[in-house]
């Protein structure tokens, strides 16, 4: 039978844990931050018929927990609702939309996740996520810059990816000779910090 002091002793160390616990939890929470969409922009830049264009998201989401001084705990997680891609084209944003391409009915959202960052000096780092589009994942490096003033950021960056690793591309649209396969993908993300 457990003597009074051991129990004591035994509760003791647990209330420490939990408190120890909670303090990591808090720690993370502290690189937590809030995207603004009204100011944020996920954009691409395609070929078509030998032409550049430009496009983007009006709907996306940002989870970014990010401390320069925290690396090793620090994770973004972003969404994108394929359906809202723009390109100020309608016939194009149906096009891209469609069974063929990003097939939105079946695949309405892509998603983008990284937890492994390397600081390249001078605000300059980079990251390898996954990103899963028309269910297919893959790594995808990003380089970006992170600018922390006052507890306001902005995360900026860009990426690189061929459309047919994901799939997008069925059919004629594999033709590479009138839809390039490299893609460049830009972001620009205003955050508040949540702590």
């Not at 939990?18 to 720690?27: G, K």
């Not at 069925?170 to 460049?184: L, R």
Request: a positive charge; one cysteine or more; proline letters at 2%.
């Amino acid at each position: 039978m457990m003597s009074s002091k051991s129990s004591h002793r035994l509760a003791g160390r647990l209330v420490v844990g939990c408190l120890a616990s909670l303090a990591a939890v808090v720690a993370l929470a502290a690189a937590q931050w809030s995207m603004q969409p009204k100011e944020s922009k996920l954009t691409f830049v395609g070929e078509q018929a030998g032409a550049q264009f430009e496009g983007g998201f009006d709907k996306f989401t940002a989870d970014i927990a990010f401390d320069p001084k925290d690396l090793a705990a620090s994770r973004f997680d972003v969404k994108i609702d394929t359906a809202s891609v723009n390109t100020q084209d309608g016939e194009r944003d149906d096009a891209i939309k469609s069974a063929d391409l990003f097939d939105v009915k079946r695949f309405p959202t892509a998603r983008y996740v990284a937890d492994r960052f390397t600081d390249k000096g001078s605000n300059k780092y980079s990251a390898t996520g996954k990103l899963t589009l028309r269910n297919v994942t893959k790594d995808v490096p990003i380089d970006f810059t992170f600018e922390n003033k006052g507890g306001e950021a902005w995360l900026k960056g860009t990426a690189k990816i061929k459309r047919l690793d994901f799939g997008v591309g069925q059919g004629d649209w594999k033709d590479t000779s009138q839809v390039g396969n490299d893609v460049q993908v830009r972001f620009a993300l205003r955050l508040k910090g949540t702590s």
